[in-house]
């Protein structure tokens, strides 16, 4: 098999999960609307405790699955300690230079193996010939799990594909040439810190070049990593991407007269101008500091297929802002082919904002109810 099969698309279009935290048994959750299309804005709902973040992490721990041939672990205690099992489904475009054909890839982990073979029905439903399997387990006589020899031809030829690309710097924003899948994952526990006194210096940000899994947590926690730093690393190439970058800011984000200024090189930080003077981008409110991060995130580190995990979408954010937030998702789905948001909210609001049953154009919606199966000790 040529090692060079490079993807040009990758669409989520189910996931399936065993006895992984609050849901228990066999649970699936079909990605694609009725018609059978991939959704680009999928809503999870439910009450705290019922599952939603385990969604969200099953999606991340089965695509940084692909950063690596081995793993001291999966990320997820019901898959490394118990008998757990997940499998990610997603609709692969693999390109050998000469023609392309279109998959089912099953990324497969857990100690049940593959939880769901798809028909021949449902794969001809899709125009797809067949579903391959990039499967994961345990290595014999040693801790961790490893990429295994069982998986078929064509999905290690895809994995390989990911490895050869890592940590490729990206070009420009929203690199949707880039056909490499990618996951953009923002917990609950996210937001812009105050990066560490005495740490400012022009650096390669942390986590710029390509992953097939990023995540997004408390920006912020050291230099490298921080958005200030990103804002500095883009000044100092001058190719347009610090400026664009508080375009999309000062645009999506702030209204009257507040806006970020360029990148004072003096003191290597990103000055927030305001009527009274300026203040430092960690002095926003939380709402502006989760979006900020959100929209300088998603714009620097997305590729043409890239789907993004917002845990608890109201987090912190008042009414405004939170329908700011779902408005920009929703604008940059229908802008962008290849670009997908998974959401998980205990609010109404957000479904109203959302209007998953309302056509609109270049969005394709889907969503479900989590219950939880049974209650945990810590869940209210």
């Known amino acids: 098999m040529n090692s060079k099969l490079r993807p040009t698309s990758f669409e989520l279009l189910g996931l399936t999960l065993l006895d992984i935290g609050a849901l228990r048994g066999t649970t699936h959750f079909s990605l694609m609307n009725p018609s059978g299309q991939p959704t680009n804005i999928y809503l999870i709902m439910g009450p705290n405790g019922a599952g939603k973040t385990t969604v969200l992490e099953s999606i991340y721990c089965a695509m940084r699955l692909l950063d690596a041939r081995e793993h001291t672990g999966v990320g997820i205690d019901s898959i490394d300690r118990d008998d757990g099992g997940l499998q990610l489904d997603a609709r692969v475009t693999l390109d050998d230079g000469v023609r392309s054909k279109v998959y089912v890839l099953s990324i497969s982990v857990g100690r049940p193996g593959l939880l769901k ?3 021949i029905e449902e794969l001809e439903a899709l125009n797809i010939d067949s579903q391959i399997v990039l499967e994961y387990k345990s290595r014999p006589a040693a801790t961790g799990i490893e990429r295994s020899a069982a998986s078929d031809p064509e999905a290690v030829s895809f994995a390989e594909s990911i490895l050869e690309r890592a940590g490729e710097p990206s070009m420009a924003l929203f ?7 990618t996951v953009l994952y923002f917990p609950s ?3 812009i810190h105050k990066p560490p006194e005495g740490a400012r210096a022009v650096t390669s940000p942390k986590g710029l070049g390509y992953k097939a899994a990023h995540r997004f947590g ?3 926690v050291s230099w490298d990593a921080s958005i200030d730093n990103l804002f500095v690393w883009f000044a100092w190439l001058g190719d347009g991407r610090e400026e664009l970058c508080r375009e999309l800011v000062n645009e999506l984000i702030f209204r ?8 004072d090189r003096p003191t290597l930080s990103v000055p927030v101008l305001v009527e009274s003077g300026s203040h430092r981008l960690d002095q926003l409110s939380s709402g502006e500091r989760q979006l900020v991060q959100f929209v300088v995130r ?6 043409g297929s890239s789907i993004v995990l917002i845990d ?4 912190h954010l008042h009414l405004v802002m939170r329908r700011r937030l779902i408005n920009i998702i929703k604008q940059w789905a229908s802008e962008h082919r290849g670009l997908s948001f998974v959401l998980t909210s205990h609010q109404v609001d957000s479904m109203r904002v959302l209007a998953p049953k309302l056509e609109e154009p270049g969005l394709v919606k889907g969503g479900c109810l989590v219950k939880p199966k049974f209650k945990l000790p810590h869940a209210g």
């Open 117 to 119: 073979r798809w028909s």
């Open 312 to 315: 608890e979408t109201e987090q």
């Open 189 to 191: 526990d996210r937001g």
């Open 175 to 181: 690199d949707v040439a880039n056909g490499f899948p």
């Open 298 to 303: 998603v714009a620097s580190h997305m590729t």
């Open 218 to 220: 408390p920006d912020g």
């Open 256 to 263: 009257g007269t507040k806006r970020l200024g360029g990148v």
